[in-house]
């Protein structure tokens, strides 16, 4: 959810830079770096790993766009390290910022590196603080689900997608009680297993 909320709130609409089914090179407001599942950007740019029909694409939100180009990073890193598996892989989980330095410090580690200090890192990107207790969580948690039953994917990347990576609340910054959260998430009949709703001094592990 972080992730779709800092491109929407950086401005950005859409992950798509052209309107593809027209063939109207114009470009929306699409990050940088950015994909894209319809039709006219496939046949310029390569398939995506999570294909979504264009008629569901349309029907999909800023927020749910940016939700589907955060899973289709992590399905395309499942690919890559299922093809080459022979290689080892580290992978850096975190929250918040202030958990990055840590988690990179730990990969330093098992690399045999020397630790990271704060000025040995250079911020590209002025990332969006979203601020304790004013996000609504819920209406973010309700369009992901909608999203998720929209998307219709198999039990393969349903596993990849939800069961193996938890979907992480950040309390800290709802503007809802954490029993509120969970009280929506049960009445939504979802698997609770694939939500991560931590206490507000858990760091989300």
Known sequence: HAI????????????????????????????EVSYCPMDGEIVKNGPVALPVDDVAW??????????WMADEIEMRFHKLQKKYAACRYYEITWNDGSEL???????AQQLGCGG??????????????????????????LMDIRYRNSMQYDAY?????????RQ???????SETREEILDLLRSLGVDMDDWRVPDMDDNGT
């Open 58 to 67: 349309l029907g999909l939100n800023e927020y749910q766009k940016f939700l």
């Open 157 to 165: 990347a349903q596993d990849i997608l939800y069961h193996r990576h």
């Open 116 to 141: 990271i200090e704060e000025g040995d890192m250079i911020h590209r990107k002025a990332h969006i603080e979203h601020g304790d207790k004013l996000q609504n969580c819920s209406e973010s948690i």
């Open 168 to 174: 992480h609340i950040p309390i800290n910054e709802c």
């Open 4 to 31: 779709a909320r800092s491109f929407v709130g950086s401005g950005y609409t859409t992950p798509c830079f052209s309107k593809g089914m027209d063939g109207d090179a114009g470009r929306y407001n699409a990050p």
């Open 101 to 107: 330095m840590s988690a990179f410090n730990q990969t």
